[in-house]
């Protein structure tokens, strides 16, 4: 099946040290984005990318980054310099107009 | 940069029509859409306009007036399951994509 798969669904993570998220899809997509959520809230661009090898900071990027070495893949690393992490996390890819979401990570920060 | 404005909360009752309201001020513009989601699940999309006018899927529409920098969502025949968030979201220059904080929307009996 086609779609966007986001792993792990949850993660637990201690003060100081970097994760990362993973977000693979297999729908020959250009584009995909990364968003964050926080509870009762927006969904926040993080970053995104439009090709192979290129990706722009959105509206939240500080204490993140990204690579997109491969078209399927745009893992997401949230560093400890993100004073705030704990949410919920979103990655998407976009065809011609629609956006797919991947089922999203809940990242707390114990 | 962008920014959209909706209302946080629509209430109405089952059977009924609502309409969920959206601004935006963009730097380039392709598209507004619309995307819903429950509690605890991802955003699932509903509607693209490119161009000024109505679009019509099933039980929602939606309508983009580019001049006003201003569309709506229009669910009609309510239903209990439709209680859900709503964002609308903007595709601007170098296809940024862009949502709006959200309408949580509540169906009551």
């Known amino acids: 099946d086609g779609g966007i798969t986001q792993s792990p669904k949850y993660l637990f993570r201690k003060e100081g040290q970097n994760v990362t998220l993973s977000c693979e899809q297999n729908?020959?997509?250009?584009?995909m984005y990364w968003y964050r959520q926080d509870p009762g809230q927006g969904l926040r661009l993080i970053y995104y990318s439009q090709i192979v090898n290129d990706f722009q900071k959105g509206d939240i990027a500080e204490g993140y980054s990204v690579s997109r070495e491969k078209k399927e893949s745009f893992p997401l690393t949230v560093t400890s310099a993100q004073k705030n992490p704990t949410a919920f996390y979103l990655c998407?890819?976009?065809?011609?107009?629609?956006?797919?979401f991947g089922q999203g990570t809940r990242l707390t920060v114990v | 940069g962008q920014s959209l404005e909706q209302p946080s909360e629509v209430t109405a009752v089952e059977g009924a029509i609502v309409q969920i309201n959206c601004t935006y001020q963009t730097s380039g513009f392709y598209g507004l859409s619309w995307y819903q989601q429950h509690d605890g699940g991802a955003p699932t999309f509903l509607s693209y306009n490119a161009l000024d006018g109505l679009e019509e899927t099933g039980r929602f529409s939606s309508f983009l007036s580019r001049s006003d920098s201003y569309g709506y969502l229009l669910l009609q025949e309510l239903q209990m399951k439709d209680s859900a968030s709503y964002f609308c979201a903007v595709t601007g220059g170098g296809n940024k994509l862009t949502f709006g904080t959200g309408t949580q929307l509540k169906v009551e009996l």
């Open positions: 998407a890819s976009i065809g011609n107009t629609e956006a797919f």
């Open positions: 729908l020959n997509h250009d584009a």
